[in-house]
C-alpha cells in the first residue's frame, strides 16, 4: 500500500493564528485524499475530499474559510487551520485513496489550540 | 440511529482468547473496511472487503452484503491486538463512514 506521511506530527499554537499540516504521499499519486478529524473520545468525521488541481468539497458543517485545502500536486495535500480557536484542538488525519476504494491513512496530527 | 454501529464497544480478553468484534451498517456501500487504531492516534488499514471473506495472519474479516453486517475476529489474541477497532463502510467516492469503535484490552 502507499506511504503517507503528515507533518507536523504535533502542533500547539497560540488562539487567533494559522497552521499549515501536509499531508504527502510518498510512493503514490493520489489524485484524490481525505481529510478527517477527530475529537477526544469521539469518531473519525470526515471534513473534506481534496482533489488535484481543482477545489476541495467539504462536508455539511465545515467551513471552507476556515479549513483551507490546497492539493497542488498529485503528492501533497495542505490543510490550514485558519484564525484557529480553542474548539479546533482536534487529531487531523489525512487519507489517500487508491485504487479499489482503498484508502491509506497518515499517522495524524495533533493540534492544541490554547 | 447511527448509519454504522459496532459491538461491543469495550472487550477485555485473556491472552489466547478468540475475538469477535461485529459491525453493522445501514447505507449502501462499495466496500467496507476494518482499521486499527493505537493510543497514539495512528490508523492502521487492516482490512478492505466488499465480500466474503478475508484472512491475513490471526486477523480474518467477513461481511454479509445482504444483511450489512461485518465481523472482524482475531484468534489466539496477544497483548499487542491491544486498540480501537474501527468499522468503516465506503461509499463509491471513497469517503467512509466511521463507527464508534471497539476499544480491545487483551491481559498476558
Known amino acids: 500500500g502507499a506511504v503517507v506521511s503528515q507533518h507536523p506530527s504535533r502542533v500547539i499554537c497560540k488562539s487567533g493564528t494559522s497552521v499549515k499540516i501536509e499531508c504527502r504521499s510518498l510512493d503514490f499519486q493520489a489524485t484524490t485524499m481525505f481529510w478527517y478529524r477527530q475529537f477526544p473520545k469521539q469518531s473519525l468525521m470526515l471534513m473534506a475530499t481534496?482533489?488535484?488541481?481543482?477545489?476541495?468539497?467539504?462536508e455539511q458543517g465545515v467551513e471552507k474559510d476556515k479549513f483551507l485545502i490546497n492539493h497542488a500536486s498529485l503528492t501533497l495535500s495542505t490543510l490550514t487551520v485558519t484564525s484557529a480557536h480553542p474548539e479546533d484542538s482536534s487529531f487531523y488525519i489525512c487519507?489517500?485513496?487508491?485504487?479499489?476504494?482503498?484508502?491509506?491513512f497518515g499517522p495524524g496530527t495533533r493540534l492544541t489550540v490554547t | 440511529k447511527n448509519e454504522v454501529e459496532q459491538s461491543p464497544q469495550n472487550l477485555t480478553a485473556q491472552e489466547g482468547e478468540f475475538i469477535t468484534i461485529n459491525c453493522s451498517y445501514s447505507?449502501?456501500?462499495?466496500?467496507l473496511h476494518w482499521l486499527q487504531q493505537h493510543p497514539g492516534g495512528g490508523i492502521v488499514s487492516l482490512f478492505m472487503?466488499?465480500?466474503g471473506k478475508k484472512k491475513h495472519g490471526r486477523l480474518i474479516a467477513t461481511i454479509n452484503i445482504q444483511e450489512k453486517h461485518s465481523s472482524l475476529h482475531i484468534t489466539a489474541s496477544h497483548p499487542r491486538d491491544s486498540a480501537v477497532y474501527i468499522c468503516?463502510?465506503?461509499?463509491?467516492?471513497?469517503?467512509?463512514?466511521f463507527g464508534k469503535g471497539t476499544k480491545l484490552s487483551v491481559k498476558p
Open positions: 481534496s482533489n488535484e488541481g481543482s477545489k476541495a468539497t467539504y
Open positions: 468503516a463502510p465506503g461509499g463509491s467516492q471513497g469517503n467512509l463512514i
Open positions: 472487503l466488499s465480500s
Open positions: 447505507v449502501g456501500i462499495s466496500a
Open positions: 487519507s489517500v485513496r487508491g485504487g479499489s476504494y482503498e484508502q491509506y
